[in-house]
């Protein structure tokens, strides 16, 4: 593979010449200039210029398309080679819930780029069904997904974390029925909502008076912490020092913690590959220190 196809990729990235130049370490005349050669090589114009930038023509998705396999294709094949020597070479990438990603993941790979400081990471972050998503369509290598999962493949659980109604004013469950204060949730995959859902009909015979809902549970939690309202937390998201009260939810009859799993999940090849064989031992080492 030459540098064409990398050109012809940051391009259509950035969609613009100058912004290309730059992450190309060129400079924008000689980045035209072998635009010019590669659109004469393939006989066709590639990209439309205009002050808006690049636009690829039709001609120039199929060679983008192309160059962008020929890429990943390079990718594979170091990846197979570097499975043969001792180091840990490649790029591992990972598919992230994102309450993962934001409160657990940074601390392992810390630990995984300090040991292995010749591999690179990817990192996709999520709801645990784009995860899944990401896997099938081989975006990432492993995924690391909460609740319950139909995957088929390698399942490894991680740890489980208890769910906790927490809130500055409110120290008791019994109080949730009569509080005006908000139910503040957090957007997440069906699965999440569905158990809160099942839990709280369980609870209480009415729905909460007031709701407020926003997109990212680090938003959620920021406003229960300043005393907006109410919401409902996984352990892992919770340090103990926010200074609010703390109410694990409870399930069945016998009362049991209401809890919520992570497993990390990926095909049978992927954990063959050195660097992934390598995160999962550091994955192991710190789920075991939450058991």
């Known amino acids: 593979m030459s540098?064409?196809?990398?050109?012809?990729k940051i391009l259509a990235e950035e969609g613009n010449m100058r912004k290309a130049a730059e992450r190309l370490f060129l400079s924008q005349p000689a980045l035209s200039q072998r635009l010019q050669t590669i659109e004469k090589d393939w006989g066709e114009q590639l990209f439309i210029r205009s002050q808006k930038g690049l636009t690829p023509t039709p001609a120039g998705e199929l060679v983008i398309e192309y160059a962008n396999e020929m890429i990943q294709r390079k990718e594979e094949v170091f990846e197979i080679l570097h499975t043969l020597t001792s180091k840990v070479h490649g790029t591992l990438k990972i598919a992230c819930a994102t309450i993962i990603g934001q409160n657990?993941?940074?601390?392992v790979l810390k630990d995984f780029v300090t040991l292995y400081p010749e591999a690179k990471i990817q990192l996709i972050t999520g709801w645990s069904?784009?995860?899944v998503r990401a896997l099938y369509e081989g975006e990432a290598h492993i995924g690391i997904v909460r609740g319950h999962t139909d995957w088929k493949g390698p399942k490894i659980h991680l740890f489980k974390d208890t769910l906790y109604l927490v809130d500055k004013e409110i120290q008791s469950l019994d109080e949730v029925v009569k509080t005006e204060r908000p139910f503040i949730q957090f957007k997440s995959d069906s699965?999440?909502?569905?158990e809160i859902q099942q839990w709280w009909q369980k609870h209480f015979s009415s729905n909460p008076k007031r709701q407020i809902?926003?997109?990212?549970?680090?938003?959620?939690?920021?406003m229960a912490v300043n005393g907006i309202g109410y919401a409902i937390l996984p352990s892992i998201t919770l340090s103990g020092t926010e200074g609010v009260h703390m109410m694990p939810l409870s399930s069945s009859a016998e009362e049991l913690e209401l809890t919520r799993d992570t497993w990390l999940i990926?095909?049978?090849?992927a954990f063959q590959l050195?660097?992934?064989?390598?995160?999962?031992d550091i994955v192991k080492k710190h789920a075991a220190l939450l058991s």
């Open 3 to 8: 540098n064409e196809e990398l050109i012809l």
């Open 104 to 107: 657990w993941l940074p601390k």
């Open 129 to 131: 069904s784009e995860i």
């Open 191 to 194: 699965n999440y909502y569905e």
């Open 213 to 222: 809902t926003v997109d990212q549970i680090e938003t959620c939690k920021q």
């Open 266 to 269: 990926g095909y049978d090849a």
């Open 274 to 280: 050195r660097q992934v064989e390598a995160f999962v």
